[in-house]
């Protein structure tokens, strides 16, 4: 246990497991696409956790640390961009409201917004506004934490209410598969970005 909580806390070990679960998730989905067919909504769920994957080994190479702060205020329009485009698309689904299902959709766009918008207030704004927003250690855990159980609670919800309509399937399992790799490389972002954030309050008192 020692050796785990050792391990998520350290951002570089984190952006490893992160990196190593994708890898996994795309070898995992080439064999759904060959047993399922291709299914172009999920292939879009591929498309977030691949531009943070890219970051993560952008970051890691000699470039990447020469120019850390470059790559994160252009990280950081990227994010804003995508809470805009997302930010469309959630009005476009509340319109299009059928089910409950439909619903769950729109909440895990929420949720994805937030964890964008947690990426933007570490990487992309001024310094006195990180220092509001991030006024002790503990608004860094609570703004983790919450985006954290919220997805948590999204997958359960969702899966207990796909069961509950449609019933034991047989690409059931391949479902919940798919959806535990994306919730760990989701949460494993969060947990780089409150990493970071630490970081940046550490070096602030260090310096004042």
Same mark, same amino acid.
């Given at each position: 246990?020692?050796? +785990? &909580?050792?391990?998520?806390?350290?951002?570089?070990?984190? #952006? /490893?497991?992160?990196? #190593?679960?994708?890898?996994?998730?795309?070898?995992?989905?080439? *064999?759904?696409? $060959?047993? $399922?067919?291709?299914?172009?909504?999920?292939?879009?769920?591929?498309? +977030?956790?691949?531009?943070?994957?890219?970051?993560?080994?952008?970051? &890691?190479?000699?470039? @990447?640390?020469?120019?850390?702060?470059?790559?994160?205020?252009?990280? @950081?329009?990227?994010?804003?961009?995508? #809470?805009?485009?997302?930010?469309?698309?959630?009005?476009?689904?509340?319109?299009?409201?059928?089910?409950?299902?439909? *619903?769950?959709?729109?909440?895990?766009?929420?949720?994805? =917004?937030?964890?964008? *918008?947690?990426?933007?207030?570490?990487?992309?704004?001024?310094?006195?506004?990180?220092? &509001?927003?991030?006024?002790?250690?503990? /608004?860094?855990?609570?703004?983790?934490? =919450? +985006?954290?159980?919220? =997805?948590?609670?999204?997958?359960?919800?969702?899966?207990? =209410?796909?069961?509950?309509?449609? @019933?034991?399937?047989?690409? *059931?399992?391949?479902? #919940?598969?798919?959806?535990?790799?994306?919730?760990?490389?989701?949460?494993?972002?969060?947990?780089?970005?409150?990493?970071?954030?630490?970081?940046?309050?550490?070096?602030?008192?260090?310096? $004042?």
């Amino acid at each position: 246990m020692n050796k +785990i &909580k050792e391990i998520f806390s350290q951002p570089e070990e984190v #952006i /490893d497991i992160h990196n #190593i679960i994708y890898l996994l998730h795309l070898v995992f989905s080439l *064999f759904v696409f $060959v047993l $399922v067919g291709k299914n172009y909504i999920h292939i879009l769920g591929y498309v +977030i956790p691949s531009i943070f994957t890219i970051y993560f080994c952008l970051i &890691k190479t000699s470039y @990447g640390r020469k120019k850390f702060n470059y790559i994160n205020q252009k990280m @950081g329009y990227l994010l804003k961009f995508g #809470i805009a485009v997302l930010g469309v698309a959630f009005l476009f689904l509340l319109a299009e409201q059928t089910s409950f299902l439909d *619903f769950l959709n729109s909440l895990f766009m929420i949720i994805t =917004v937030a964890s964008f *918008f947690y990426w933007v207030l570490v990487l992309d704004t001024k310094e006195e506004i990180n220092k &509001k927003v991030f006024a002790t250690e503990k /608004d860094n855990r609570n703004i983790f934490n =919450v +985006i954290c159980i919220s =997805v948590l609670g999204y997958y359960m919800i969702d899966y207990i =209410v796909i069961f509950a309509e449609y @019933g034991f399937d047989k690409y *059931f399992m391949l479902d #919940i598969i798919h959806s535990l790799f994306l919730g760990l490389v989701f949460i494993l972002r969060l947990r780089y970005i409150y990493l970071y954030q630490e970081h940046i309050g550490k070096r602030r008192e260090y310096y $004042v």
